[in-house]
């Protein structure tokens, strides 16, 4: 992608204006492999096949052409066609996807679990996290697997424990579920990968300076700074557009056109702001994607509401589709050594491991602060366990470690990383559906879902505590008091928040709530 | 823009991280400014402060910023941040503003002076860039400006003859014009940009294949290659998305995301599969926009009708203020000597001459061929004259250019178009107001232009020639028969074309004009 090579000098034997035409036939291809996956993963859909879901067809087709590529080499380079930018991944490909996901989490049930979701993605993703970077050490040292230093087996571990909600979410928006259950998903996934990169960059400039890096405490420090920094300039970012739009009166119909350009402006300003700083970017846009749809949307015109939540689903989705089809391609053309193949073997068995490490422990801890007709449910733990494939998130940390560790040890992790997203996103997605159902968590509550307002199906969670949750371990104590702050934050949205940043309060909540339900029974009515 | 230095090898001291953390403040920067100008450009319409158009302002921030780059040269170096590659112009910012030039035809006035037009655009667009080149060659031979070689001046010709719709078209917006002056000055600025990159592509082959360059009719058959290649590839695929939505049953209300999504990538298909066949993709995507607009865009469901409307008149002002605020940047931190300074001016005198030639010349022939009550009156021709500003097409063939020929010709030729680009779009831009008030053609018309549809101010075009024109010398004849053939391919279209492609063709008309309608009144609305 992107070379149309006019700047590029002599890169080969042919005159600019052949290199300019393969160029473009460079991408031609590749958009006619997005054009049949959108056009393959509506047929799939339509006729109900849910062992190979879109994304799974979208690497399908990549591993299809890649394949086709290794064949044909001789003659058309293929391959060189197909030539990724790194910073077009960054600057384009990625910010909406990570935009979109906190730009589409429903508020309502988010907050509502607010405190489980921050378990699991805080403190799970730091076990799995730190168990998978463990056992790959280990793993090194009896020679099972390609041998990492104990640092860059931790960097492993927490770009390899950003989990991807996009296959299992779709199968649960077709196949209905509970709510609270897809809020955890979602949740979980989407904090996640925000705290993932964090790790990441601890881990990383812990490797830079391996001098200062013993302290557990500068760690901590260090993982801080990168999470709150981000998070603050993103949520920053967020209600100074929320201010905006409330004061600036563009929310009349003929200005619909400076609207969206302004409002589609802010997430990539926030993004930028982070990287100018020295914080993560995705973090930041993550969480102004979160602010901006609680508060900022509320505030647009109705047609401008309509049209900024299907320009994020749709430049998402293009990003979305395009990075499956490219690893599935990558996967394709990679030359593999059998080192490679053991390090990706053990590694799944490895993250299958660490990930139930993180769910069943954080679900207990969750269920010893919940009343007991609050608790999570084994089959929704079971469910969130399997829910944990890799994607988009993972590639690009692997990407990045690329250029961070020394060649071999960079590629063997992208290569693994790559191999991993494309294996579970075929395995896990194609068997999500069956799963999801011997489970029997959907299907059953198909109409609470769709029917229902969120407010109405919010049966066990928002716990209000006020009944004296009397009996309890310290530890129990604790995390209820843990969990009543974060019910004090909802109070504090409701009240505070919302009313300062957007203009009409009563209307919001149905406002916000409307293009989220609209697309879950789209995506669901045929 | 577009610098993530991920992959780029060691660009300097200073290490990866802070490389990155350089570029992300640099495209900050640049956001800030896209938000600066939005914001600008609102208030300046809002209180009706004409003299400064839109494209004005943006290019005064670029000016402004450029300034103080130029200042402050020494601590933080901004152009190093404001880098700007050609590939990222040449794929993301140009396709979508081309299409969308060509998506917002209108088509009914279009194809009811498609006659007129099409003498303005192409034997216009010629007589323009041969005056031009051969005057600049004439001023190089006298020694009053930078001496080119003949086929360099006529390529320099053909780029500085693609003329820019976009103030001029803003102001006829606000202040409500003709119909038929709106379709005239439109239409000839959307198709002369494909004549002159056709023509200016035929001059570089010349110029690389020098002894073949000799015959005249080589030139002819190259610029016909060129131009109806490009032309008929963007038409069929526009014919092809056409019937693909015709008959894939997208239009239902839960699919807008993949049927948008579709819509969306047909133009860059069509762009990229041009340049693979060596041909024109601005051409093919400018066809392909207005294609699109009068067949596909009928098949899409209401909502996703809406929705493309909207982004790609929002994509296409993003793209395009950048650009301006690019090009005032570039104007400022240029290093300029004397001998550009007199090139820009005479290159100035000279294309106000050639425009002049253009438009009275076909003027004069398209009355000849006109019943005396459709005749285009002087004071439409003056402001068709007066109207030719120049803006992205030129600039994007000037920077081509700059790869096209030798060192010095292509930076004198580049530097000259910016400044010209500069130039008559802050002083045509910000005077058009006025002389169009001047020349009465605005304003007095104002009730037609909305209040209306399209089908009742056709007053004096379309004409029907049944009467029977009768007296007339054998070009009169000649140019009647040609004017006969332009209005068939309306009944073509009507009787054959649009039944085919579309699938709702009572209602087409109306759902075609209605975006248009919209936003023209948009625009007015305050």
Same mark, same amino acid.
């Not at 563009?250 to 200005?255: A, G, S």
């Given at each position: 992608m992107m070379e149309l090579n006019v700047t590029v000098p002599p890169a080969g034997s042919q005159p600019p204006g052949q290199e300019q035409q393969a160029a473009g036939a460079g991408i031609l291809l590749q958009i006619s492999m997005l054009v049949l996956s959108f056009v393959l993963g509506h047929l799939l859909r339509r006729h109900k096949f849910y062992y190979l879901p879109e994304a799974s067809a979208s690497l399908l087709i990549g591993l299809v052409v890649g394949g086709f590529a290794n064949v044909s080499k001789t003659e058309m380079n293929l391959r060189k066609w197909f030539n990724f930018h790194e910073e077009f991944f960054f600057l384009f490909l990625l910010p909406p996807i990570i935009f979109q996901s906190g730009f589409s989490l429903a508020p309502k049930p988010f907050f509502s679990n607010f405190g489980a979701i921050i378990t699991f993605a805080i403190l799970g993703t730091f076990i799995a996290s730190v168990i998978t970077g463990l056992l790959v050490y280990l793993g090194g040292l009896i020679f099972i697997m390609y041998r990492l230093p104990l640092v860059e087996c931790m960097m492993f571990g927490a770009l390899i424990s950003a989990t991807d909600p996009v296959t299992v979410l779709s199968i649960f928006q077709e196949l209905g579920t509970d709510m609270n259950l897809y809020a955890l998903v979602f949740g979980e996934s989407v904090l996640n990968d925000a705290v993932a990169i964090s790790l990441y960059r601890t881990m990383s400039s812990v490797r830079s300076h391996a001098s200062s890096g013993q302290h557990f405490f500068v760690l901590i420090v260090r993982f801080l700074e990168t999470f709150i920094g981000s998070m603050s300039s993103g949520v920053g970012v967020g209600f100074i557009s929320a201010l905006l739009f409330k004061y600036a009166g #563009? !929310?009349? !119909?003929? #200005?619909q056109n400076l609207e969206c350009c302004l409002f589609v402006l802010f997430p990539y300003f926030s993004y930028m702001l982070a990287e100018g700083l020295g914080l993560s970017g995705i973090v930041s846009i993550l969480f102004t994607g979160v602010v901006m749809k609680h508060y900022t949307f509320s505030n647009l015109s109705e047609s401008s509401q309509h049209f900024v939540a299907a320009f994020f689903h749709l430049i998402s989705s293009l990003a979305e589709t395009f990075i499956f089809i490219y690893m599935g391609f990558d996967i394709a053309i990679e030359q593999h050594s059998l080192s490679h193949v053991g390090f990706i073997f053990f590694s799944i068995l490895f993250i299958v491991v660490a990930r139930a490490a993180n769910v069943f422990s954080c679900a207990y801890l969750v269920n010893l602060a919940r009343p007991s007709n609050q608790q999570i449910p084994m089959k929704h733990q079971k469910a969130l366990w399997y829910s944990g494939l890799r994607g988009a998130m993972a590639f690009a940390l692997a990407l990045q470690s690329v250029h961070d560790l020394p060649e071999g040890h960079g590629k063997t992790i992208f290569t693994a990383t790559t191999a991993i997203v494309v294996l579970t996103v075929l395995l896990i997605g194609g068997s999500t559906g069956t799963v999801l159902e011997s489970l029997e968590v959907v299907g059953d509550v198909h109409d609470d879902l769709v029917g229902e307002s969120f407010e109405e199906s919010n049966g066990y969670i928002a716990p209000s505590y006020d009944e004296g949750a009397s009996s309890g371990s310290r530890l129990r104590t604790r995390l209820q008091e843990f969990h009543r702050s974060a019910a004090s934050f909802t109070a504090l949205d409701k009240n505070y928040l919302t009313p300062f940043f957007t203009s009409q309060y009563d209307e919001s909540e149905d406002l916000d709530e409307q293009p989220q339900r609209t697309r879950r029974a789209g995506f669901r009515g045929h």
């Open positions: #563009l !929310d009349v !119909d003929n #200005l």
